[in-house]
């Protein structure tokens, strides 16, 4: 088993990067499933930094014209959540009618996605649905409806394919978990 070190954190292999590929095939195709054929252009919300790998991925294997836009919003510090969502950066696009297809890495307290859907109804998005490529049920402290969950996972802190650790660690191909040992 693989271990890293991140800052003043250990952390070991959780999700080899064949199973992360094979969950984003699996949501990719309920995706197509709801949009092949669409006479309009839905836009692909990359929201970042946490998410590039996935959005990256996840459009490769879509079968339908999309937009990609972007925008980024904080709420961790270290290994935990602050609960106040930040809008670092706004949208990238006009969406104003538009469906809008949130790409997040992660969904846990439901704090980002439920500001995100505020923010993208401000804007005037014609629909709004979320894929994620990990969910948190245990974390969950508000009520969100997710359209596409790549997989759940425990509520653990974790690292790599797009996740970070106070910036680092972004660039691993596989997914770690913190190691108390």
């Not at 590929?21 to 836009?43: H, L, Q, S, W, Y």
């Not at 590039?52 to 079968?63: A, C, H, S, V, Y």
């Not at 969950?140 to 974790?158: H, Q």
């Amino acid at each position: 088993m693989e271990r890293i070190k991140l800052h003043d954190k250990t952390f070991r292999t959780f999700i080899p990067h064949e199973e992360i590929m094979t969950a984003i095939d699996e949501v990719a195709a309920k995706i197509n499933a709801d949009f092949r054929g669409c006479k309009d252009i839905p836009v692909l919300l990359c929201v970042l930094n946490g998410s590039i790998m996935f959005t990256g991925e996840l459009m490769k294997r879509l079968d339908f014209d999309c937009q990609l836009v972007s925008t980024k919003l904080s709420s961790y510090e270290g290994t935990s959540t602050t609960g106040r969502v930040k809008q670092a950066m706004g949208l990238t696009a006009d969406i104003t009618g538009r469906r809008v297809i949130i790409v997040e890495d992660i969904v846990d307290s439901g704090n980002t996605i439920i500001e995100l859907k505020e923010i993208l109804a401000g804007h005037g998005a014609a629909e709004s649905r979320v894929c994620t490529l990990l969910f948190k049920p245990a974390a969950l402290k508000r009520e969100v409806s997710l359209d596409y969950v790549a997989m759940e996972i425990p509520n653990d802190f974790i690292v790599g394919f797009g996740l970070d650790y106070n910036e680092l660690g972004r660039n691993y191909k596989d997914i770690y978990v913190l190691d108390e040992q």
